[in-house]
């Protein structure tokens, strides 16, 4: 991350909290964001970021599929992530209202229902995994 950004006029970091993610998804959210351009975009990919925090890269991978469950993070590809607008570094005030702004309600860290949305996303998911195993079973 360049020097001098500033972070978004939000308290967010209590919101992050109460998602109550998995201790790795915090330490990649925390690496993404000491790398970050200023806006949110971050060019890493999953082994450098895993080499950073000595985890494994399946770590990695699981923690990342946290962070954009919870809306905290977005894959733009391979390799690049958009921390969201709330989280990111900005180069003046003006630049981070301007993009909080523009934000998607729903991405929206002040959103009441934001940490809700972010638990029915990890239930729905686990559902989708234990439909597909299930189907596999009786394939097999």
Known sequence: MSKGLLFAPVN?????????LPGT?????????SRSE?????????NQIAALLRLSR???TSALRE????????????GVYRINAMLA??????DAQRAIDEMDI??????????A???QAVEDYREKLALERRKKLRVA
Do not use: C, W
């Not at 967010?12 to 109550?20: F, K, Q, S």
């Not at 962070?67 to 391979?78: H, P, W």
């Not at 570094?89 to 003006?94: L, R």
């Not at 002040?110 to 940490?115: A, G, L, Q």
């Open 117 to 119: 949305r972010y638990h």
């Open 38 to 46: 200023a806006g949110g975009r971050v060019e890493m990919g999953q």
């Open 12 to 20: 967010a970091e209590g919101v992050v909290a109460a998602l109550d």
């Open 58 to 60: 399946p770590s990695v």
């Open 25 to 33: 998804a915090y330490r990649v959210l925390g690496i993404l964001r």
């Open 106 to 115: 729903a991405d929206r860290l002040d959103e009441p229902t934001f940490v």
């Open 67 to 78: 962070l954009i469950l919870a809306r905290l993070v977005t894959k733009q590809r391979n």
């Open 89 to 94: 570094g900005y180069e003046s005030f003006s």
